[in-house]
């Protein structure tokens, strides 16, 4: 996340100078204030930590600032058409030379008083990759409820599709899926009342783990119901649709694995 940010500031004066974008910003484009994370640009005379040297701009310091609806040289895109979840606009946010006063900056300085912001976007990291894990269990649960009403009321071949037993097996799955991830989530919820909230690959792997679940019950959903799964008015089809989005933001999967790895590694 922060070796691929190209969204930067320089110094001018007592003020910032932001320029850059961000891609895949949720409500972007109807937000009114903006949490915005950026690279502190100091040339060649930032040495290791802000050169111009791949590394140096890999490693600037990371600051924080707070930027409000109608900015000058602030641009927010309209909202992308996506597959799923369609009731949460995503955009992109476009800065062009935006000045921003010492007073915009959130929770750090210069001096570091506070941590870098790197600290506040990883903890952000970790909140966001529990939510999907919330967002998975609902998901799941809604799913399980519709296929079981289905699977009682669905007659084929003179009885009720919930006696066939790959039907079942179907259920059966979806009951593993629901208990697995919500005890996960029940979990992360004691933790965080005990002060002791998950570290970072903690969150990656309940991430990883729920995010594929409500994906592969959504889908098996859609198959439990045939034909009719396909149509827009059953509505298992939009929470497939909208469970493949937990595999791709807050991270992607496949970064989650790099991130769960990196934890057990550590010295």
Known sequence: AFGGMRTYVRRDGEDYILNGQKTFITNGPYADVMI???????GAAGGSSGGTSAEGKRNRKVLTFVLDKGMEGLTQSAPFAKMGLHSSPTGELFFNDVRLGRDRLLG???????????????????????????????????CRRLCIDYARERTLWGQEIGKFQLIQLKLAKMEIARINVRNMVFHSIERARAGKPLSLAEASAMKLYSSKAATDVA???????????????????????????LMIYAGSNEIQVTHIAKGLLAR
């Open 36 to 42: 915005v994370y950026a690279k502190l640009d100091e």
């Open 108 to 142: 750090e300085s210069e001096e570091g008083r506070g941590g870098d912001g790197r600290e506040s976007a990883r903890s952000s990291f970790t909140a966001e990759r529990t939510g999907v894990a919330i967002m998975a269990l609902g998901i799941i649960e809604e």
């Open 219 to 245: 889908m098996d959903a859609v198959q439990l119901f045939g034909g009719n799964g396909y149509m827009a008015e059953y509505r298992v089809e939009q929470l497939a649709r909208d469970a493949k989005s």
